[in-house]
């Protein structure tokens, strides 16, 4: 398991949960992507390319989620510049919170993440009771 790989992808866990900008374009190549976001399919975006797409994702998160926890719960590093990461998604949207497995795969290059992409998911458990 790479140590240093681990580290970065687990700043960028606490960078988004902070919904730390700087952090995260500070963590990523100029050339990320990141691919197949649950956030981005509610409004049209399948990728972000670029580290100035960050932005974009952070307020599309904003826009699209009442709330939205991601945590990552075991890492495995299956080669150098390769980390897999499973957890949980905490989600709550127009009155209906879910709380969902999820798997990352993220890529490093040069210290840098170069992508993330989401895997797909399970449910765990899922409240369709909306909000009063």
Do not use: N
Request: charged fraction near 20%; charge should be negative; proline fraction near 5%.
């Amino acid at each position: 398991m790479s140590a240093e790989d681990t580290a970065i992808v687990k700043q960028a866990f606490a960078a988004f949960a902070a919904r730390d900008l700087e952090g995260l374009e500070a963590l990523s190549c100029v050339d990320l992507v990141v691919t197949k976001p649950p956030t981005g399919s509610a409004v049209g975006q399948e990728r972000y390319e670029g580290r100035s797409a960050l932005a974009q994702y952070l307020s599309d998160v904003a826009r699209v989620w009442d709330r939205l926890d991601l945590q990552a719960e075991t890492f495995h590093c299956p080669r150098p510049g390769e980390v897999l990461v499973a957890g949980l998604v905490a989600a709550r949207r127009g009155g209906v919170t879910q709380e969902l497995e999820a798997a990352w795969s993220w890529t490093i290059e040069g210290g840098k993440i170069s992508a993330v992409r989401i895997l797909p998911t399970v449910a765990v458990w899922g409240s369709a009771t909306p909000a009063a």
